[in-house]
Structure formats: structure tokens, C-alpha cells
């Protein structure tokens, strides 16, 4: 089992930046990929970015250039640096863990909302 706890969103203006932490805890060393998703109201939950173990990214085409992914091993923390943001980025992020095993474990979820 794998617990995962997100922390960092907020209310922040069109342009703005904010950072989100995903700490893991439990069977850690089974996790093979970290990442973050996000789910607007009445849309799909999508992909924003992933980091696996040994550090190679992946990135949806709608936040390239503005957002970066990154982990810290000794910690068991994945962070999203989130800059520029716009008012399409509102949505509950959520962390997720894959293993090795082919499990997924998602976080609680945590509110980003973009506004003016």
C-alpha cells in the first residue's frame, strides 16, 4: 500500500505561480512512476505530468514551457512547479503512484483555481 498527501494549491491570479507537493509514504520502494493529473468541473481527469524513478518526464502539450515535474527520492516527494498560470489550469490536482506491481494509489486531491 502506498498513502499519498497533497499540499500547495490555492487561489492565485493569471500569471502566477504556485508549487504542489505529493509526500508518499508506505511501500515506497515498490513505486516506479510519480505524477500529477488534474479534473476541471464536468471534464475528464487528465494528464499534466509524470516522473519516474530515475527521473525522465513526460508533459501534456498544454503545459510545456509553463510547468515542471520533480522528485525528490530521499524525501518521497514529487512536486510540480506551476508558472504562468491561466485560468484553464483551474482544477483538483491529484498525485498519483504507479508500482511495479501495476498498482495505482491517488492522493485526496488538491484545489488550484486560477482567477482574477
Known amino acids: 500500500q502506498v498513502q499519498l498527501v497533497e499540499s500547495g494549491g490555492g487561489l492565485v491570479q493569471p500569471g502566477g505561480s504556485l508549487r504542489l507537493s505529493c509526500a508518499a509514504s508506505g511501500s515506497i520502494f515498490s513505486i516506479r512512476t510519480m505524477g500529477w493529473y488534474r479534473q476541471a468541473p464536468g471534464k475528464q481527469r487528465e494528464l499534466v505530468a509524470t516522473?519516474?524513478?530515475?527521473?525522465?518526464?513526460n508533459y501534456a502539450d498544454s503545459v510545456k514551457g509553463r510547468f515542471t515535474i520533480s522528485r525528490d527520492n530521499a524525501k518521497n516527494t514529487v512536486y510540480v512547479q506551476m508558472n504562468s498560470l491561466k485560468l484553464e489550469d483551474t482544477a483538483v490536482y491529484y498525485c498519483k503512484a504507479a508500482t511495479w506491481g501495476r498498482d495505482d494509489y491517488w492522493g485526496q486531491g488538491t484545489q488550484v483555481t486560477v482567477s482574477s
Open positions: 516522473i519516474t524513478r530515475g527521473g525522465i518526464t
